[in-house]
Protein backbone atom coordinates (compact mmCIF):
# COMPACT_ATOMS: atom_id res chain seq x y z
CA UNK A 1 0.00 0.00 0.00
CA UNK A 2 1.04 3.16 -0.86
CA UNK A 3 1.03 6.06 2.02
CA UNK A 4 -0.38 9.82 0.96
CA UNK A 5 3.69 10.77 1.75
CA UNK A 6 4.75 8.31 -0.67
CA UNK A 7 2.23 9.46 -3.09
CA UNK A 8 2.98 13.09 -2.73
CA UNK A 9 5.96 12.93 -3.45
CA UNK A 10 5.99 10.82 -7.24
CA UNK A 11 8.38 13.41 -9.01
CA UNK A 12 6.11 15.41 -10.67
CA UNK A 13 6.91 18.98 -11.14
CA UNK A 14 4.20 21.46 -11.14
CA UNK A 15 4.27 24.66 -14.44
CA UNK A 16 6.68 27.38 -12.61
CA UNK A 17 6.00 30.76 -13.54
CA UNK A 18 8.47 31.41 -16.22
CA UNK A 19 7.36 27.97 -17.89
CA UNK A 20 3.46 29.40 -17.74
CA UNK A 21 4.65 32.59 -19.45
CA UNK A 22 6.22 31.45 -21.93
CA UNK A 23 3.50 28.71 -22.64
CA UNK A 24 1.46 31.67 -22.55
CA UNK A 25 3.79 33.55 -25.39
CA UNK A 26 4.01 30.63 -27.47
CA UNK A 27 0.56 30.45 -27.67
CA UNK A 28 -0.17 34.70 -28.20
CA UNK A 29 2.40 34.91 -30.42
CA UNK A 30 0.61 31.85 -32.85
CA UNK A 31 -2.28 33.43 -32.42
CA UNK A 32 -1.15 37.23 -34.07
CA UNK A 33 1.12 35.51 -36.50
CA UNK A 34 -1.83 33.56 -37.96
CA UNK A 35 -4.19 36.59 -37.80
CA UNK A 36 -6.66 35.02 -34.71
CA UNK A 37 -5.94 38.78 -33.00
CA UNK A 38 -5.60 41.29 -35.84
CA UNK A 39 -3.46 44.26 -36.17
CA UNK A 40 -5.06 46.81 -32.95
CA UNK A 41 -7.35 44.41 -31.75
CA UNK A 42 -6.89 44.44 -27.47
CA UNK A 43 -5.50 41.54 -26.19
CA UNK A 44 -7.73 41.50 -22.95
CA UNK A 45 -6.11 39.89 -20.16
CA UNK A 46 -9.15 38.26 -17.89
CA UNK A 47 -9.90 36.66 -21.39
CA UNK A 48 -6.54 35.50 -22.39
CA UNK A 49 -6.34 34.07 -18.42
CA UNK A 50 -9.41 32.48 -18.90
CA UNK A 51 -8.60 30.84 -22.40
CA UNK A 52 -5.19 29.51 -21.13
CA UNK A 53 -6.17 28.96 -17.91
CA UNK A 54 -3.36 30.17 -16.31
CA UNK A 55 -2.95 33.55 -13.96
CA UNK A 56 -2.07 37.15 -14.31
CA UNK A 57 1.13 37.03 -13.38
CA UNK A 58 2.66 34.93 -16.53
CA UNK A 59 0.03 36.05 -18.89
CA UNK A 60 1.42 39.31 -17.93
CA UNK A 61 4.86 38.51 -18.66
CA UNK A 62 4.27 37.10 -22.02
CA UNK A 63 2.38 40.41 -23.33
CA UNK A 64 5.91 42.29 -22.22
CA UNK A 65 7.54 39.69 -24.05
CA UNK A 66 5.55 39.84 -27.18
CA UNK A 67 6.03 43.33 -26.46
CA UNK A 68 10.06 43.42 -27.04
CA UNK A 69 9.57 41.53 -29.79
CA UNK A 70 7.45 44.06 -32.02
CA UNK A 71 4.45 41.95 -31.93
CA UNK A 72 2.05 43.85 -28.93
CA UNK A 73 2.15 47.26 -28.01
CA UNK A 74 1.48 48.37 -24.06
CA UNK A 75 -0.53 51.48 -23.98
CA UNK A 76 -1.37 53.32 -21.27
CA UNK A 77 -4.75 52.77 -20.19
CA UNK A 78 -6.00 50.62 -23.38
CA UNK A 79 -3.46 47.88 -22.10
CA UNK A 80 -2.36 45.31 -24.79
CA UNK A 81 -2.53 45.80 -28.22
CA UNK A 82 -2.03 43.71 -31.37
CA UNK A 83 0.73 46.19 -33.11
CA UNK A 84 -0.49 47.76 -36.78
CA UNK A 85 1.97 46.16 -39.18
CA UNK A 86 3.96 49.33 -39.61
CA UNK A 87 5.84 49.37 -42.80
CA UNK A 88 8.98 51.58 -41.79
CA UNK A 89 9.15 48.69 -38.78
CA UNK A 90 9.35 46.02 -41.66
CA UNK A 91 11.72 47.17 -43.51
CA UNK A 92 13.72 47.81 -40.41
CA UNK A 93 13.55 43.92 -39.23
CA UNK A 94 14.74 42.66 -42.90
CA UNK A 95 17.83 45.24 -42.22
CA UNK A 96 18.34 44.22 -38.79
CA UNK A 97 18.26 40.61 -39.76
CA UNK A 98 20.62 41.15 -42.74
CA UNK A 99 22.89 42.58 -40.52
CA UNK A 100 22.77 39.43 -37.89
CA UNK A 101 22.71 37.03 -41.09
CA UNK A 102 26.08 38.59 -41.93
CA UNK A 103 27.28 38.27 -38.35
CA UNK A 104 26.62 34.84 -38.58
CA UNK A 105 27.77 33.58 -41.52
CA UNK A 106 31.32 35.57 -40.82
CA UNK A 107 31.49 33.12 -37.54
CA UNK A 108 30.18 30.06 -38.96
CA UNK A 109 32.57 29.85 -41.54
CA UNK A 110 36.06 31.63 -40.21
CA UNK A 111 35.54 29.46 -36.63
CA UNK A 112 37.27 26.63 -36.89
CA UNK A 113 34.92 23.45 -36.21
CA UNK A 114 31.69 25.52 -36.41
CA UNK A 115 31.24 24.40 -39.96
CA UNK A 116 30.56 20.44 -39.66
CA UNK A 117 29.32 18.00 -41.75
CA UNK A 118 26.38 17.60 -40.29
CA UNK A 119 25.16 21.40 -40.58
CA UNK A 120 26.01 21.10 -43.91
CA UNK A 121 24.04 18.08 -44.68
CA UNK A 122 20.93 19.78 -43.52
CA UNK A 123 21.82 22.68 -44.87
CA UNK A 124 22.07 20.71 -48.54
CA UNK A 125 19.04 19.05 -48.21
CA UNK A 126 16.87 22.53 -47.61
CA UNK A 127 18.80 23.92 -50.07
CA UNK A 128 17.47 21.04 -52.45
CA UNK A 129 13.97 21.26 -50.69
CA UNK A 130 13.93 25.07 -52.27
CA UNK A 131 13.83 24.00 -55.52
CA UNK A 132 10.97 21.54 -55.23
CA UNK A 133 8.61 22.95 -53.37
CA UNK A 134 9.65 26.14 -55.36
CA UNK A 135 7.58 24.39 -58.02
CA UNK A 136 4.64 23.82 -56.00
CA UNK A 137 1.35 25.80 -56.35
CA UNK A 138 1.14 26.98 -52.50
CA UNK A 139 4.23 29.25 -51.72
CA UNK A 140 3.61 28.55 -47.74
CA UNK A 141 5.94 25.73 -48.07
CA UNK A 142 8.24 27.76 -50.02
CA UNK A 143 8.53 30.14 -47.19
CA UNK A 144 8.55 28.18 -44.40
CA UNK A 145 11.83 26.29 -45.62
CA UNK A 146 13.30 29.31 -46.62
CA UNK A 147 13.02 30.48 -43.09
CA UNK A 148 14.40 27.53 -41.72
CA UNK A 149 17.42 27.28 -43.92
CA UNK A 150 18.40 31.01 -42.53
CA UNK A 151 17.85 30.09 -38.80
CA UNK A 152 19.87 27.13 -39.49
CA UNK A 153 22.95 28.87 -40.81
CA UNK A 154 22.07 31.79 -37.59
CA UNK A 155 21.71 28.97 -35.14
CA UNK A 156 24.99 26.78 -36.42
CA UNK A 157 27.03 29.97 -36.17
CA UNK A 158 27.43 29.41 -32.51
CA UNK A 159 26.52 33.46 -31.71
CA UNK A 160 23.97 32.83 -28.74
CA UNK A 161 22.49 36.37 -28.80
CA UNK A 162 22.87 36.87 -32.57
CA UNK A 163 20.39 33.52 -32.87
CA UNK A 164 17.77 34.74 -30.54
CA UNK A 165 17.54 38.17 -31.66
CA UNK A 166 16.92 36.51 -34.71
CA UNK A 167 14.43 34.45 -34.16
CA UNK A 168 12.52 36.90 -31.95
CA UNK A 169 12.18 38.79 -35.48
CA UNK A 170 11.35 35.62 -37.44
CA UNK A 171 8.20 35.89 -35.96
CA UNK A 172 7.25 39.49 -37.42
CA UNK A 173 8.38 37.90 -40.99
CA UNK A 174 6.10 35.16 -40.87
CA UNK A 175 2.71 37.29 -39.26
CA UNK A 176 3.69 39.80 -42.09
CA UNK A 177 3.91 36.77 -44.99
CA UNK A 178 0.26 35.97 -43.45
CA UNK A 179 -1.40 39.20 -43.67
CA UNK A 180 0.12 41.36 -46.26
CA UNK A 181 -0.45 38.26 -48.81
CA UNK A 182 2.20 38.92 -50.77
CA UNK A 183 3.06 36.85 -53.43
CA UNK A 184 6.36 35.62 -54.51
CA UNK A 185 6.10 35.43 -57.95
CA UNK A 186 10.09 33.76 -59.10
CA UNK A 187 10.30 31.25 -56.68
CA UNK A 188 12.37 29.11 -58.81
CA UNK A 189 14.55 32.08 -59.37
CA UNK A 190 15.12 32.84 -55.36
CA UNK A 191 15.72 29.25 -54.70
CA UNK A 192 18.29 28.97 -56.90
CA UNK A 193 19.95 32.73 -56.64
CA UNK A 194 19.41 33.00 -52.88
CA UNK A 195 19.27 29.51 -51.57
CA UNK A 196 21.27 26.92 -53.79
CA UNK A 197 23.94 29.66 -54.42
CA UNK A 198 24.32 30.92 -50.71
CA UNK A 199 24.59 26.74 -49.89
CA UNK A 200 27.96 26.60 -52.62
CA UNK A 201 29.26 29.87 -50.96
CA UNK A 202 28.90 28.16 -47.11
CA UNK A 203 30.42 25.03 -48.75
CA UNK A 204 33.14 26.62 -50.08
CA UNK A 205 33.99 28.41 -47.66
CA UNK A 206 33.80 31.83 -49.36
CA UNK A 207 32.87 34.82 -46.87
CA UNK A 208 32.82 37.67 -49.08
CA UNK A 209 30.25 35.55 -51.49
CA UNK A 210 28.38 34.34 -48.83
CA UNK A 211 27.64 37.79 -47.36
CA UNK A 212 26.84 39.21 -50.87
CA UNK A 213 24.23 36.59 -51.42
CA UNK A 214 22.89 37.13 -48.32
CA UNK A 215 22.73 40.90 -48.05
CA UNK A 216 20.94 41.06 -51.87
CA UNK A 217 18.80 38.41 -50.90
CA UNK A 218 17.22 40.75 -48.24
CA UNK A 219 17.48 43.67 -50.39
CA UNK A 220 15.34 41.76 -52.86
CA UNK A 221 13.33 41.28 -49.61
CA UNK A 222 12.68 44.85 -49.19
CA UNK A 223 12.19 46.00 -52.73
CA UNK A 224 9.53 43.52 -53.07
CA UNK A 225 7.94 44.98 -49.77
CA UNK A 226 8.13 48.37 -51.18
CA UNK A 227 6.29 47.42 -54.34
CA UNK A 228 3.94 45.73 -52.46
CA UNK A 229 2.98 48.52 -50.46
CA UNK A 230 3.17 51.46 -52.75
CA UNK A 231 6.33 52.58 -51.57
CA UNK A 232 4.64 54.25 -48.60
CA UNK A 233 7.46 53.49 -45.83
CA UNK A 234 8.79 57.13 -45.12
CA UNK A 235 12.10 55.77 -44.20
CA UNK A 236 12.50 53.43 -47.55
CA UNK A 237 15.38 55.17 -48.68
CA UNK A 238 17.11 54.85 -45.16
CA UNK A 239 16.29 51.15 -44.72
CA UNK A 240 17.75 50.54 -49.00
CA UNK A 241 21.24 51.99 -48.34
CA UNK A 242 21.29 50.21 -45.34
CA UNK A 243 20.83 46.71 -46.70
CA UNK A 244 22.83 47.77 -50.05
Known amino acids: MVSKK ?7 APMSNLESAQHAADQI ?3 IIQ ?3 LPGER ?8 QLNLSRHPVREALRRL ?3 GLVEMRVNRGAIVAELDPTAILEVYSIRSALGRLALKALITTPDRLTPATLKTLEGLAKNALKLARQDSQANSIANDMLFQGTIVQA ?3 ERCARYFDELTAEVH ?4 LSRIAYTDREGDALNYVRALFEAIKARDLQRAQDIWQLKFTRAAERFIVHTGGVAPDTDTALAFLG
Not at 6 to 12: C, D, S, V
Not at 43 to 50: G, N, R, V
Request: proline residues 0%.
Open 175 to 178: RFNN
Open 157 to 159: SGL
Open 6 to 12: EGANAGL
Open 29 to 31: RAA
Open 67 to 69: SRE
Open 43 to 50: LIEKQLTD
Open 35 to 37: GRF
